[in-house]
C-alpha cells in the first residue's frame, strides 16, 4: 500500500510558478512509475507528465512541455512538479499517483496507476 500526500498548491499570477510536491509512504517507492495528473473545473482529468523507475525516463503533455519539469528524489520519497510560466489554463486539482510499471517504464493512462493523492489546488491569475 502507498499514501500519496500532495502540496505546493496556490494562488500565482500568470507567469509565476510553483513547485508542487508528492509524498509517499513505504519502503518501495523507488520502484514505482510516477505521474502528476490535473482535472479543471468541468473537465476530465487529465495527464501533465510521468517519470519512470530506474533511469528516470520523463514524458509530458504537449501543454505543459519546456514550461514544466517533473522530478524525483528516491531518497525522500517524494515527486514534483515545477511548474514554470503558468498561465490561467494551468488552473486545476493536481493529483500525483503511483503505477507498479516495469522498470524505466513511464505510465500515461490513468487506470495504469495504482494509488492515487487527495489532489492539491493550483489557481492562476491572468
Known amino acids: 500500500q502507498v499514501q500519496l500526500v500532495e502540496s505546493g498548491g496556490g494562488l500565482v499570477q500568470a507567469g509565476g510558478s510553483l513547485r508542487l510536491s508528492c509524498a509517499a509512504s513505504g519502503r518501495t517507492f523507488s520502484n514505482y512509475a510516477m505521474g502528476w495528473f490535473r482535472q479543471a473545473p468541468g473537465k476530465e482529468r487529465e495527464f501533465v507528465a510521468g517519470i519512470s523507475s530506474g533511469v528516470r525516463r520523463t514524458y509530458y503533455a504537449d501543454s505543459v512541455k519546456g514550461r514544466f519539469t517533473i522530478s524525483r528524489d528516491n531518497a525522500k520519497n517524494t515527486v514534483y512538479l515545477q511548474m514554470n510560466s503558468l498561465k490561467p489554463e494551468d488552473t486545476a486539482d493536481y493529483f500525483c499517483?503511483?503505477?507498479?510499471?516495469?522498470?524505466?517504464?513511464?505510465?500515461?493512462?490513468?487506470?495504469?496507476?495504482?494509488?492515487w493523492g487527495q489532489g492539491t489546488q493550483v489557481t492562476v491569475s491572468s
Open positions: 499517483a503511483a503505477a507498479r510499471a516495469q522498470l524505466h517504464t513511464i505510465v500515461v493512462e490513468q487506470r495504469g496507476y495504482d494509488y
